[in-house]
């Protein structure tokens, strides 16, 4: 009993430390951000910290793997959403990418993941993570759509890291984001009609 006390304990500290430092990290960026303030923050010591995590580039590891999978679970739900509406694989896909964008509308989850996550843990490491997460989700929407035939016989993997980099590029789009959105419909569409 006291040991699942002890973890227990150990697992809501790592929360709230995370928690803590992803809200820092959002507003003040990486750099800005120190240990010490995010330990004062938390209501934990420095020796908690040092317990769950080496140093302050693996608590931002630990934040950026975390909201990656939090933007994944938006993905996911609102492409299983779609798929109540309608079988077609483009709007389902296209809903799962209105996802991302939705989630990458918070100025901070941008600044995280966009921003001083490449710049902080190096673009292979961010892209690593991605492919776990939202890069999972992209490639899996656009192999149902050419198992169904939506798409034509295509490379998954290359026109997943294509999309990718287009909604990347979309979500740091400040303001109006509709055009860019539109025009990555239709060339999505565009594919669907070369498939017909």
């Known amino acids: 009993m006291g040991e699942s006390k002890n973890v227990l304990r150990s697992e809501r500290t790592r929360a709230v430390l995370l928690d803590t430092a ?3 990290f959002a507003v003040d ?10 330990v004062d923050e938390a209501g934990v010591s420095r020796g908690a910290l040092y317990h769950h995590f080496s140093d302050k580039a693996e608590l931002f590891r630990a934040v950026v793997e975390r909201e990656y999978a939090i933007v994944a679970g938006a993905i996911e739900a609102a492409a299983g959403l ?3 509406r309608t079988s077609n694989s ?5 809903a799962g990418g209105d996802a991302y964008l939705d989630a990458l509308r918070d100025p901070g989850r941008r600044r995280i993941l ?5 710049a902080v843990l190096g673009p292979e490491t ?9 890069g999972r989700t992209l490639r899996q929407g656009i192999a149902a759509a050419v198992a169904c035939g939506d ?14 980099a287009a909604y990347d590029r979309i979500a740091l789009v400040d303001g109006d ?5 539109l025009m990555l419909r239709r060339l999505l569409d565009g594919i669907e009609a070369k498939s017909q």
């Open 22 to 24: 992803r809200a820092r």
């Open 29 to 38: 960026g990486y750099a800005a951000t120190s240990t010490p303030a995010i």
């Open 82 to 84: 779609e798929m109540t």
């Open 90 to 94: 483009i709007a389902i896909l296209s």
């Open 114 to 118: 966009l921003i001083d996550g490449p």
């Open 126 to 134: 961010v892209r690593e993570i991605n492919a776990r997460h939202t």
């Open 151 to 164: 798409f034509p016989d295509l490379p998954v993997d290359a026109l997943a890291d294509l999309l990718d």
């Open 177 to 181: 984001d509709q055009p860019h959105r």
